[in-house]
């Protein structure tokens, strides 16, 4: 018998909750992440909306959770880490963002974009007595990002938090060279050119010691390697 799909959905809010339980409604719900910054939780508005939200799906798993609010690198990121951890536990993930707010909503496209998540949001009728209706979902293309090579996908994941020189680097990519051979020569040549063209590109931070060069994921990195490793994950193309 085939397993039943459980859809957990990303829920950034914002002022107004009435787009958000209209466009939740038209997919099958298990779960909703309530997506916020911190400090809106005492926003009247933001309060009204996440309680329309319980009322409206009672019964159902609720959380909720703070993102940043002035980096959106890092709420990006954050919310990157609840989509792999909901995929984690079995999840197929959506991300609505009908209702929320301008920063939030940014943060959740980035995500959806390295992630290849659905993301959408909601078509309204024209508005009549005041009075909101949904006409329809808007499922929001994702830009397509161009893809790193097999080669500069493998160095960004090794030099997880940080390697202080590219023979650590070499050590962890092919530990089976000796120092010193012309093997590791050539393979220091190698990755002195992918690492130039991922620090061009803004995936890597790289810093002089001595004759070493420190390296260490830029957040756009993070954000790319943690987005690749969720479409891995999620049985998408790498």
Request: aromatic residues 6%; hydrophobic residues 40%.
């Amino acid at each position: 018998m085939e397993e039943a799909k459980v859809y957990t959905h990303l829920v950034p809010v914002g002022f107004t909750s009435d787009k958000l339980v209209a466009s939740l409604r038209q997919f099958p719900v298990h779960k909703i992440v309530i997506l916020m910054h911190k400090g809106d939780e005492n926003n009247k508005f933001v309060k009204a909306t996440i309680n329309d939200i319980f009322q409206a799906f009672k019964g159902f798993e609720i959380q909720d959770t703070f993102v940043d609010r002035e980096n959106v690198l890092d709420s990006s990121l954050q919310i990157l880490s609840i989509i792999e951890e909901e995929i984690r536990q079995g999840s197929i993930v959506k991300i609505n963002i009908a209702g929320g707010l301008r920063n939030i909503g940014i943060a959740a496209y980035i995500a959806s974009i390295v992630s290849d998540i659905s993301i959408y949001s909601d078509i309204p009728k024209p508005i009549e007595d005041g009075r909101y209706s949904l006409k329809g979902i808007l499922d929001i293309p994702r830009f397509p990002i161009k893809e790193l090579a097999k080669e500069q996908q493998s160095i960004l994941k090794e030099i997880r938090d940080g390697v202080e020189s590219v023979d650590v680097l070499i050590s962890r990519l092919k530990p089976e060279l000796e120092k010193g051979t012309t093997e590791f020569g050539n393979e220091r040549s190698r990755l002195s050119h992918h690492i130039k063209k991922l620090r061009k590109a803004g995936f890597i931070e790289t810093e002089k010691f001595s004759k070493n060069l420190s390296i260490r994921k830029s957040m756009l990195g993070e954000i790319y390697v943690k987005g690749n490793s969720i479409r891995i994950m999620s049985g998408r193309k790498p």
